[in-house]
């Protein structure tokens, strides 16, 4: 297995709502990430996680709060966004943080709109 | 994405060789990476080159590294109309150094082909 799987694909939701993005990977990578991503911008790092812990924090706002229950699960739980949190988060991980050799591998992301 | 230049848009013919380029800051960077990212999708890792290398041939792709003038070149024989996406460059600078360990986006270079 490969790949990095995100889901939902598509979530559309309030600003007063509670929900969580979805991100698993089955490849044994210890470093997982989420970054943002406006259109036809390049992705913005927000989170990064080394062995299960919370390793960078790119001054992101709290209505954003990360989660890695387990080396092959990442979770992006949301609360009280704002519409300009509208964006494509996409999950990636890599073999450890920095391993540059394989760079890093990329779910398709989610399409998250606030209303 | 400051660290990484990128042209902004690049459109050929189909058939043509498309060249996008891209200039680094970070000589410390052991690996250089070219993404793509087709509409409404992840990014797919096409190809990266080790920094002792000069060129890289994979199939239809051809990467040159100016080490030197810090520059990195994807070529794209026989452009298709699949080939219409977005192509980032990135870099990982090494762990110890500004941004080390984090994966570094250049603005992403839109190419469109034209049949």
């Known amino acids: 297995d490969t790949e990095v799987t995100q889901t939902p694909k598509h979530l559309v939701m309030g600003m007063t709502n509670k929900k969580s993005l979805k991100c698993e990977q089955h490849m044994g990578h210890r470093a997982m990430y989420w970054y943002k991503q406006k259109a036809k911008k390049p992705p913005e790092l927000m989170f990064v996680?080394?062995?299960?812990?919370?390793?960078i924090n790119e001054s992101v706002p709290s209505r954003f709060s990360p989660e890695c229950p387990n080396s092959s699960l990442l979770n992006l739980h949301l609360h009280a966004l704002q519409p300009e949190d509208s964006a494509l988060y996409l999950c990636?991980?890599?073999?450890?943080?920095?391993?540059?050799?394989?760079?890093?591998?990329f779910g398709s992301g989610t399409r998250l709109t606030v209303v | 994405g400051e660290d990484v230049e990128q042209s902004l848009f690049l459109s050929v013919r189909e058939g043509d060789s498309s060249v996008i380029n891209c200039t680094y800051t970070d000589s410390s960077s052991t690996y250089l990476y070219w993404y793509k990212q087709e509409p409404g999708a992840g990014l797919q890792l096409l190809t990266y080159i080790f920094s002792n290398m000069d060129m890289k041939q994979d199939q239809r792709l051809t990467v040159l590294l100016n080490k030197k003038d810090k520059h990195l070149s994807l070529r794209i024989a026989d452009t298709q109309t699949g080939d219409s996406a977005i192509y980032f460059c990135?870099?990982?600078?090494?762990?110890?150094?500004?941004?080390?360990?984090?994966?570094?986006f250049g603005q992403g270079t839109e190419l469109s082909v034209k049949p």
């Open positions: 990135a870099e990982i600078p090494p762990r110890g150094y500004n941004q080390g360990g984090k994966l570094i």
């Open positions: 996680y080394s062995y299960e812990k919370l390793s």
């Open positions: 990636a991980s890599s073999q450890e943080f920095g391993a540059a050799n394989y760079g890093y591998t």
